[in-house]
């Protein structure tokens, strides 16, 4: 076994040594004005015809490439360089400073595929998949971008994932799948041209907490552009969200089943939005007066929901999202998080349980 492992760190160092012959050590620029872009600064975005102030730029970059390891890290190269504002290092959850990028270090080590013509770089790490960050963090890139420039001049679209979800919601821009390019297949490319964008709203800190800072123009630009295209049926003014069928496994209520019987003793139904379209998922959301739910990707979809909705968020106790607190407060919902014991207390997202006397409790509060 100790054989084994120093094999492959011997492996490992002579691979990362070859990808530094191939395309050289990457970087921090001393001097931004020596590199070869154009920067179109973006002070303000109309949105459902009012303005609001924002403080975000465009990038195009020719000659760039760019290396995501799919998890923590995207950097984008000139020259290797890396550039600083639209590179992207998350490490355990904190938004760290471009020295921390592991390409410094480790270099670019995936073969490089070149790409003819404009990508529009839509990848940051791993969190690019999830539900909440792919609405919330990349779609408003493509507005930001609309705001100067037409996205049929892009050729491509380097994004995080093609899953159906995200193919559905990106042909809405007129995105089609032949203009996609999947970085979980091409995790290092090279393209005549890179379109970027710094991040919409967040760049520093804990990303968790970051999130409170959330701008009020994403939510009602992602209602004024999804809103209209509900699809209607049977459903709910009163709904629980199953996620017992999550793939990821975390923030599930072990005693979920006794939570679904006595809310439907109570007048509620239980939904598990991955059976639903996307569609079929913003009627869900907007047509509840009340939704309780554990903590998860699906409580997005509150963007979507009427002012006064009554929101209950069942959340471990030492869980620090504040994400449906923010979305409340720009929507007006009546708001209550309910923070429970993990049944194993030694890391965050564990499973939870909560007690058919204290639901009862919450049900009264509601009515």
Same mark, same amino acid.
């Given at each position: 076994?100790?054989?084994?492992?120093?094999?492959?760190?011997?492996?490992?160092?002579?691979?990362?040594?070859?990808?530094?012959?191939?395309?050289?050590?990457?970087?921090? /620029?001393?001097?931004?004005? +020596? @590199?070869?872009?154009?920067? %179109?600064?973006?002070?303000?975005?109309?949105?459902?015809?009012?303005?609001?102030?924002?403080?975000?730029?465009?990038?195009?970059? /020719?000659?760039?490439?760019?290396?995501?390891?799919?998890?923590?890290?995207?950097?984008?190269?000139?020259?290797?360089?890396?550039? #600083?504002?639209?590179?992207?290092?998350?490490?355990?959850?904190? &938004?760290?400073? @471009?020295?921390?990028?592991?390409?410094?270090?480790?270099?670019?080590?995936?073969?490089?595929?070149?790409?003819?013509?404009?990508?529009?770089?839509?990848?940051?790490?791993?969190?690019?998949?999830?539900?909440?960050?792919?609405?919330?963090?990349?779609? #408003?890139?493509?507005?930001?971008?609309?705001?100067?420039?037409?996205?049929? !001049?892009?050729?491509? %679209?380097?994004?995080?994932?093609?899953?159906?979800?995200?193919?559905?919601? *990106?042909?809405?821009?007129?995105?089609?799948?032949?203009?996609?390019?999947?970085?979980?297949? %091409?995790?290092?490319? +090279?393209?005549?041209?890179?379109?970027?964008?710094?991040?919409?709203?967040?760049?520093?800190?804990?990303?968790?907490?970051?999130? $409170?800072?959330?701008? !009020?123009?994403?939510?009602?630009?992602?209602?004024?552009? %999804? *809103?209209?295209?509900?699809?209607?049926?049977?459903?709910?003014?009163?709904?629980?969200?199953?996620?017992?069928?999550? !793939?990821? +496994?975390?923030?599930?209520?072990?005693?979920?089943?006794?939570?679904?019987?006595?809310?439907?003793?109570?007048?509620?139904?239980?939904?598990?939005?991955?059976? &639903?379209?996307?569609?079929?998922?913003?009627? &869900?959301?907007?047509?509840?007066? @009340?939704?309780?739910?554990?903590?998860?990707?699906?409580?997005? +979809?509150?963007?979507?929901?009427?002012?006064? *909705?009554?929101?209950?968020?069942?959340?471990?106790?030492?869980?620090?999202?504040?994400?449906?607190?923010?979305?409340?407060?720009?929507?007006?919902?009546?708001?209550?998080?309910?923070?429970?014991?993990?049944?194993? #207390? $030694?890391?965050?997202?564990?499973?939870?349980?909560?007690?058919?006397?204290?639901?009862?409790?919450?049900?009264?509060? *509601?009515?």
């Amino acid at each position: 076994m100790i054989i084994k492992k120093l094999l492959q760190k011997k492996f490992k160092t002579i691979f990362q040594f070859v990808f530094k012959f191939l395309y050289g050590k990457i970087t921090v /620029p001393n001097n931004l004005n +020596n @590199i070869n872009f154009k920067k %179109f600064e973006i002070k303000e975005i109309l949105i459902n015809k009012k303005k609001f102030n924002i403080e975000n730029n465009i990038y195009k970059i /020719p000659n760039c490439r760019v290396f995501t390891d799919l998890v923590e890290n995207v950097a984008i190269i000139k020259d290797n360089y890396i550039l #600083p504002q639209i590179s992207y290092q998350q490490i355990k959850g904190e &938004l760290k400073d @471009i020295r921390y990028n592991r390409v410094i270090n480790l270099g670019t080590n995936r073969i490089k595929k070149k790409i003819d013509g404009k990508v529009f770089c839509l990848v940051q790490g791993g969190s690019g998949n999830n539900y909440f960050h792919f609405l919330l963090d990349i779609i #408003p890139k493509l507005r930001i971008y609309q705001e100067y420039f037409d996205l049929s !001049e892009v050729d491509y %679209f380097y994004v995080p994932g093609t899953y159906h979800w995200q193919k559905k919601i *990106l042909s809405l821009f007129d995105i089609k799948e032949d203009r996609l390019i999947d970085s979980n297949n %091409f995790r290092h490319i +090279n393209a005549n041209e890179i379109v970027a964008i710094d991040h919409p709203w967040y760049g520093k800190g804990y990303v968790q907490q970051e999130i $409170s800072h959330l701008p !009020e123009w994403i939510i009602i630009y992602l209602r004024e552009k %999804f *809103l209209n295209l509900k699809k209607k049926f049977k459903a709910s003014k009163k709904i629980f969200i199953d996620r017992s069928d999550s !793939e990821y +496994n975390h923030c599930k209520l072990i005693n979920n089943q006794d939570i679904i019987k006595h809310l439907k003793s109570k007048g509620f139904e239980s939904y598990q939005v991955s059976k &639903l379209d996307f569609f079929e998922q913003i009627f &869900l959301f907007e047509n509840a007066d @009340i939704i309780i739910s554990p903590h998860g990707a699906a409580l997005t +979809n509150i963007i979507f929901s009427k002012p006064n *909705l009554q929101l209950v968020e069942l959340i471990p106790n030492n869980h620090d999202s504040v994400k449906c607190q923010r979305i409340s407060k720009i929507l007006n919902f009546n708001y209550k998080k309910i923070n429970l014991k993990q049944i194993d #207390p $030694s890391g965050v997202d564990g499973d939870i349980r909560i007690e058919i006397s204290e639901l009862n409790k919450i049900l009264q509060s *509601l009515d």
